[in-house]
């Protein structure tokens, strides 16, 4: 049971806000869109959900090669070189636009400064959980 609340026009139509909905041999239209047109998508969308899909293509290609190592000194470098460059970007968009630069908005400035805070405190708790696990390490005895 529904509940909806509006005006009813001399016509039968209901009027919901700027939607008109129309009563129409026992199916509700809403903005054009009958109710038994959306129970149709719903039941298609409901049966693609539970249809098997087909192995994805990503998949297949990463199971046919093998594994690359990962120097753990290269990827740690990597990533602090990633958070120093967006340290670098927001820094000149900063100093851009606070010369006066047309070309850099405020939202860009803001939003760079942002993932540059995000990124740094991201290595600063990677940093941490590095330090818990070799002084855990340190504490054990062997």
Known sequence: MAIVL??????????LGSNTCQQSGGNVITGGISSSTIEAMISQL??????PQGELPSLGAAAETPATKVNFADALKASLDSVNSSQVQADELGKSFSMGDDKVSLSDVMISMQKANISLQATVQVRNKMIAAY????SMQV
Not at 6 to 15: H, Q, Y
Not at 46 to 51: F, G, I, M, S
């Open 6 to 15: 509006g005006v009813v026009g001399a016509a039968g139509d209901l009027f």
């Open 135 to 138: 002084h855990e390490i340190m």
């Open 46 to 51: 409901k049966a693609a959900a539970t249809r």
